[in-house]
Structure formats: structure tokens, C-alpha cells
T-cell receptor
Framework: DVKVTQSSRYLVKRTGEKVFLECVQD?????MFWYRQDPGLGLRLIYF???????EKGDIPEGYSVSREKKERFSLILESASTNQTSMYLC?????????????FGPGTRLTVT | AQRVTQPEKLLSVFKGAPVELKCNYS??????LFWYVQYSRQRLQLLLR??SRESIKGFTADLNKGETSFHLKKPFAQEEDSAMYYC????????????FGIGTKLQVIP
């Protein structure tokens, strides 16, 4: 079974704090993704990475950065958390090939910024 | 720009009734289309993809390039089908980002 794990299920942070969300996959997937999931807005792509040290902006990268130093780990960083970043954050991974493969999702981290 | 439109946020049907969840897309190249499902308190997971042309849990979806649609259908709804359904689009190839729709909540009434 593909396993995608996220460091926390629930997280509460204060405005202005630096926040790290960690994601680890154990299937040697090349691609990794960070989304936020909000009611009425669906899943929106924040950043994705198709290789170690590679990153691409998604649709809503503002206020976020990412790090991928190892193939299995993809970190999402909120440099200075704000209340509008309160959301459910989903990490996903997929293999890379000639076609787009399915994405395997983590359980999500519900972040509340107060 | 690629876009996925799911016009219904909520769809309520009675058990045994047919289900159709609508998905329209906008993409300049050759797309790959997916349906993902999220059951209550579970992870988001793939339901089906257009290139597989298979039926999963009684659901099917046909890619209609002329109408740029990828509607999800099931002839007889079951209570266990109640979930959040997301349509997703990707360009062809492993370096492409995936765009999701806003999702449709399917509620099957006993």
C-alpha cells in the first residue's frame, strides 16, 4: 500500500508564526503536491515538485514556500501565518511516466491560525 | 489555462435512482480526466480515470471532447455512494499539474 503521511492532523498557530507542514511518502514517487481544501472552493494547488530540489508554483502560491531536499519528503512552509491560511492542507504524491498517474493523498492537516 | 467546472455543489438523489455528476473542462491540449472521491472521514482517493475506460463501484464516465465534458454516472444510487466527488484534469505527461473542480457532494436519501 502506498503510504502518504502528514506530520500533524490538527495544528493551531498564531498570526505571524512560521509554520512547517511535513509530508512523507514511501513509494519512491517522483511527483509531490500540496493543496489546500476549502468548502466551496475545492482543492487548489499551492506548489508541486517533480524531482528533488525542483518546485513549481501552483495556482495559489502566495504566502507559501516549499522544500524538497529528499525524494520522499515535501515540506510546505508558511513564513508568516495569517488567518486566511486557516484551511485543510492535503499532500499528495504520484509516479511520473508517460501518462499522468493517480495521486495518492495524505490524511490532511487541519490548520487553524488565530 | 486549464479549468474544471462542477456546476452542482450538492446533488441529492433517492436510493435506487440514477446519478449523474457533471464535469466540464477547459484545456487547450489533450487532457487526462479523473474522478476522485472522498468518503466521510477518509482520504481523497481515485475513483476512475478516462484512459482506463472501466467501471468502478458501478460508476462510469465518458470523455466527450466535443462537449468538453466528463460526467460521472451510475444507474442506481446506493447509500454508500454518499460522498464528496471531485473531477480533475491534467495535461498528458508526468510533469503536468492537476487541476481539481470545486467538488459535488452527493447525498443518497434512503
Amino acid at each position: 500500500d502506498v503510504k502518504v503521511t502528514q506530520s500533524s492532523r490538527y495544528l493551531v498557530k498564531r498570526t505571524g508564526e512560521k509554520v512547517f507542514l511535513e509530508c512523507v511518502q514511501d513509494m519512491d514517487h517522483e511527483n509531490m503536491f500540496w493543496y489546500r481544501q476549502d468548502p466551496g472552493l475545492g482543492l487548489r494547488l499551492i506548489y508541486f515538485s517533480y524531482d528533488v530540489k525542483m518546485k513549481e508554483k501552483g495556482d495559489i502560491p502566495e504566502g507559501y514556500s516549499v522544500s524538497r531536499e529528499k525524494k520522499e519528503r515535501f515540506s510546505l512552509i508558511l513564513e508568516s501565518a495569517s488567518t486566511n491560511q486557516t484551511s485543510m492542507y492535503l499532500c499528495a504524491s504520484s509516479p511520473r511516466g508517460g501518462v499522468s498517474y493517480e495521486q495518492y493523498f495524505g490524511p490532511g492537516t487541519r490548520l487553524t491560525v488565530t | 489555462a486549464q479549468r474544471v467546472t462542477q456546476p452542482e455543489k450538492l446533488l441529492s438523489v433517492f436510493k435506487g435512482a440514477p446519478v449523474e455528476l457533471k464535469c466540464n473542462y477547459s484545456y487547450s491540449g489533450s487532457p487526462e480526466l479523473f474522478w476522485y472521491v472522498q468518503y466521510s472521514r477518509q482520504r481523497l482517493q481515485l475513483l476512475l480515470r478516462h484512459i482506463s475506460r472501466e467501471s468502478i463501484k458501478g460508476f462510469t464516465a465518458d470523455l466527450n471532447k466535443g462537449e468538453t465534458s466528463f460526467h460521472l454516472k451510475k444507474p442506481f444510487a446506493q447509500e454508500e455512494d454518499s460522498a464528496m466527488y471531485y473531477c480533475a484534469l491534467s495535461g498528458f505527461g508526468g510533469y503536468q499539474k492537476v487541476t481539481f473542480g470545486i467538488g459535488t457532494k452527493l447525498q443518497v436519501i434512503p
